[in-house]
């Protein structure tokens, strides 16, 4: 029996368990769009593609499976690159589903076809950060070919996929049977996993060491192994730094967790790790302001500190130091192997109270270091009181998304996380526009979770057609807009450095200037308040939270920069011999 392709394709999605698909409609997609019209499937319409592939990365983190995107050839494509990209760099399933133009007018250019260099040449635009571009050259391939795509999203290291499709073979008519077919193959293929013997060499070598310490990234929440890594390392007592994007693998009120590394790290994390004559780092590619540009008296310190590493993908183990002992592994596989052979090994485990005394008085410190501005009164506010009464009155499940800038360095540095992939932030990337989109997926993945998105104003400004979707979709999200007026964090290097703010502050006529982004949202239907004094912010919140409707609230604040106590080089690129980071530019 034989039936179109654009069907016979939604229904494959539907056997795949695929919910939702996020998009925007072109001419050479619709024939996908009605068939989903009749499908369980429900399509999340937005207004640009980059929405879209924000948002789907946004909900595959938070569903922890791979989600899908379509989208229109050419214009529609390259718009939702830059999404598929932060996918890419954070390794995050994504199946991405083009139309193209007609197969039978290859090289005619026609209308939208990119073929400066080869006919029908799309794929080419993604084929540096996509694992893998197919390009559909006939409608009898294209059922393998989507169950290939969805096996190479998932496996190994994770990560985006794209599907060209010219629009002539969505309307074909193939045998049933093809599809059929794919129904054999396994649906999750078995990860690998280490030794009893490897596995015995790594504790033996934690137990010998002085000073081991655990180093946590985003590998863990990927590989859905905080269970597995908190047991482990409350079993021995071992203390745990993580990267920007390890954040939450193990819970923030842990005794043991020091917290994030680097550039925004702390002195004293940064001095525990350099102190460390063992780091096991388990998920963690070591990124340049995780590592504080890899300079040895800033962060870590190898090779005189001995390195053992665990990863998915072989290619991360010793990118940027050497290591000692390495495996490729699941790490939810590993650390179950682990966990079974400390408690032969040392069932009774180790306690070391004076370690986690030390790190309690450090928080304690840090916390105490931040007090003042907690408490500041002042209008536009502190960026330390956003983020404290957030914490304060969001549930200890709640989602946070993340941009770039104070909402994300500080957010890293000091915004307790206390469930395990409840913080998505752009990392590999560091894409500006990414928190304010995600977070709608991720309440479309945990519709009965709270979902935050602290995103700047430069970030919020990116996308704000947004909010169409929410009001149409009525998606209760609550994006806080930390706002002060700039892209602060440029602003401040620049300031710093060069003695200019040119291009990075946001002026008119000499004064401070913003839209009212609380008035543009009700514009589009979604309920906005503006904040005029500190004392609002909070119960402003609060009622957006019991609200259940997706609102924006406008918060002014001061655009002061997140302490720094690690080392980034593009400092020595701008002042070479000089020790300048940031200013504020109030």
């Known amino acids: 029996m034989k039936e179109l392709v654009s069907r016979q394709l939604v229904k494959y999605l539907e056997d795949r368990g695929v919910e939702h698909i996020f998009g925007l409609c072109g001419h050479t997609n619709i024939a996908v769009l009605t068939e989903l019209e009749k499908s369980s499937i429900k399509f999340i319409n937005v207004r640009h593609e980059q929405v ?17 995107v379509l989208s229109h050839v050419g214009p529609g494509l390259t718009n939702a690159a830059t999404g598929v990209a932060n996918a890419a760099l954070d390794s995050i399933p994504m199946v991405v589903i083009a139309g193209d133009i007609p197969s039978h007018y290859y090289g005619k250019h026609p209308h939208q076809e990119i073929n400066l260099h080869a006919d029908a040449s799309q794929v080419e635009i993604y084929r540096p950060f996509v694992k893998r571009a197919w390009r559909v050259d006939r409608p009898d391939l294209l059922p393998e070919i989507m169950e290939k795509a969805f096996q190479l999203a998932e496996s190994g290291n994770p990560g985006p996929v794209l599907v060209s499709v010219p629009m002539d073979i969505f309307s074909k008519e193939i045998d049933t049977a093809l599809f059929e ?50 047991e482990f390392v409350n079993h021995f007592d071992l203390p745990v730094a993580h990267s920007l994007m390890g954040k939450g693998a193990v819970a923030d009120d842990n005794p043991l967790v020091l917290g994030m590394t ?78 079974r052979a400390a408690k032969r090994i ?6 070391n109270e004076a370690l986690k005394a030390e790190i309690a008085k450090n928080k304690q410190e840090f916390k105490d270091s931040n007090k003042e501005f907690i408490a500041d009164n002042c209008f536009p506010m502190q960026p330390q009181r956003i983020l404290a009464e957030v914490r304060e009155v969001l549930p200890r499940d709640a989602f ?16 307790d996380i206390y469930e ?46 947004l909010l169409a979707t929410a009001a149409e979709e009525n998606i209760p999200v609550i994006w806080v807009i930390m706002n002060n007026f700039a892209f602060g964090t440029i602003a401040g290097l620049q300031k710093a450095h060069y003695g200019t703010t040119l291009g990075t502050l946001f002026m008119k006529d000499g004064e401070p200037y913003s839209p009212d982004f609380a008035a543009i949202a009700r514009a589009y ?17 609060e009622k957006a939270i019991a609200s259940n409707k997706p609102v924006v609230i406008d918060a002014a604040m001061l655009n002061n920069p997140v302490p720094t106590a690690g080392h980034w080089n593009i400092m020595d690129i701008y002042s070479p011999d000089k020790k300048v980071h940031h200013v504020s530019t109030n």
């Open 420 to 465: 395990p992939g409840t913080i998505l932030t752009p990392g590999g990337f560091a894409t500006m526009g990414f928190g304010a989109p995600a977070a709608l997926g991720v309440k479309v993945a945990q519709p009965d979770r709270v979902v935050v998105s602290l995103v700047g104003d430069g970030g919020f400004g990116q996308n704000p057609a």
């Open 181 to 230: 077919k794919q129904k054999h193959h396994t649906k999750a293929l078995q990860k690998p996993s280490i030794d009893d013997e490897t596995a015995e060499k790594i504790i033996n070598t934690l137990l010998d060491a002085k000073n081991p310490l655990i180093y946590a990234g985003g590998g863990i929440l990927l590989a859905d192994a905080a269970q597995e890594l908190t």
């Open 52 to 68: 879209a592939s924000h948002a789907a990365d946004g909900y595959a983190r938070a569903k922890k499976k791979t989600s899908v």
């Open 262 to 339: 680097g550039f925004w790290g702390t002195k004293f994390i940064n001095d525990k790790c350099k102190e460390a004559d063992y780091i096991f780092a388990l998920g963690t590619r070591f990124a340049e302001a995780d590592s504080s540009s890899w300079e040895e008296e800033c962060t870590f310190n190898f090779p005189l500190t001995k390195l053992i590493q665990i990863d998915i993908d072989p290619n991360e183990i010793g990118r940027n130091y050497p290591v000692e002992i390495g495996a490729v592994a699941d790490l939810k596989q590993a650390l179950t192997v682990l966990n």
């Open 346 to 351: 040392a069932p009774k485990g180790r306690q």
């Open 400 to 415: 946070i998304t993340t941009d770039v800038g104070w909402n994300k360095n500080g957010v890293g540095q000091q915004f």
């Open 525 to 541: 239907g979604v309920e906005g308040i503006k904040i005029e004094k500190a004392e609002e912010f909070k119960p402003a919140l």
